[in-house]
């Protein structure tokens, strides 16, 4: 564990007293806390936007993405 200084305004510092005691624990390890979720809430939105960016069509194509001809072809049936 490290430990570090941290600055914050005199309100927020009041609300995380207040926060601590209501969740009857400290302020450090409260904003320790609060840091790891954070950490991991990124970690899993770093992780849906790679996959995302890599899906590949489902469809007929072998694009990644329809082709302009295969987009506007009226002929197709939709699905």
């Keep these: 564990m490290k ?3 941290v600055t914050m305004e005199d309100s927020v510092a009041e609300w ?12 450090s390890r409260l904003v320790g806390e609060l840091l790891a979720e954070k950490m991991r809430h990124d970690d899993a ?11 590949r069509s489902w469809g007929r194509s072998t694009q990644p993405f329809l082709s302009d001809d295969e987009m506007y072809d009226r002929s197709r049936p939709r699905t």
């Design 16 to 27: 995380a007293r207040m926060e601590a005691a209501r969740r009857n624990t400290s302020v």
């Design 45 to 55: 939105y770093e992780r849906a936007m790679r996959e995302a960016l890599e899906f």
């Design 3 to 5: 430990n570090v200084t």
